[in-house]
């Protein structure tokens, strides 16, 4: 379903532990990070796409969750065309999204990866607030800054960092642990991330084809 312009009505999810730190799951057989998102069907309002899409990602349950806040306007962003389906190229342009800040009040444990048979997933850490800005895709980027800083003085106990103490933490400045990498083939993820392999196969069986949702 796209409106007049070729975007795809989505919602974004951040979802928060009691630390104020937010979930970064990795994309199934990918190196690709990113915020729990997906389409809202026809009929469907955005807060009850957050809550769908949230239970078939994440694993979780609306009495898992309390919504803080949530961006008052769509926020868009254009998919560049190698990541479009050679069909929909011409049609298709990107996403627009509301936003999500919730708060999580079940434990770690609720969390499930293998929630439905089509998984998002299959690995997942907490990051502190600002960091998925400086690790997710490039055209993605745009709007996880907006709706990151739109969202970031709800935060629980206003414990947010200023916007201006990330500066210089870009990419190379980052520390090692929060960037995943390989050994031997093999990905090795950061301390303190959940790792789920693929049913199929019983390993992690990782490429590097990425495709937006």
């Not at 057989?29 to 957050?50: L, V």
């Not at 998925?132 to 895709?137: E, F, I, N, S, Y």
């Not at 003085?153 to 990330?166: A, D, G, I, V």
């Amino acid at each position: 379903m796209l409106d007049r312009d070729g975007f795809r009505p989505n919602v974004g999810i951040i979802l928060l532990n009691q630390r104020n730190q937010v979930f970064w799951g990795k994309r199934i057989r990918t190196h690709s990070w990113q915020f729990p998102q997906g389409g809202i069907d026809r009929g469907e309002t955005p807060e009850q796409a957050m809550y769908r899409e949230l239970g078939e990602e994440v694993g979780l349950q609306p009495d898992h969750v309390r919504i803080v806040a949530r961006t008052r306007d769509w926020l868009r962003y254009e998919v560049p065309d190698r990541y479009i389906r050679r069909e929909a190229r011409g049609h298709y342009k990107g996403q627009k999204q509301i936003w999500f800040l919730l708060q999580l009040l079940g434990q770690d444990w609720h969390l499930n990866l293998r929630a439905t048979d089509h998984p998002e997933f299959d690995a997942w850490r907490w990051n502190d607030y600002w960091v998925p800005l400086d690790m997710v895709v490039e055209f993605k980027r745009g709007v996880y800054e907006m709706a990151l800083t739109e969202l970031a003085r709800f935060l629980p106990r206003n414990e947010h960092r200023s916007r201006f103490l990330r500066q210089g933490t870009r990419g190379r400045d980052l520390e090692p642990e929060t960037v995943p990498h390989q050994h031997n083939g093999m990905m090795e993820l950061p301390p303190g991330a959940t790792f789920e392999p693929d049913p199929q196969t019983g390993v992690g069986n990782h490429n590097r084809g990425r495709h937006a949702s």
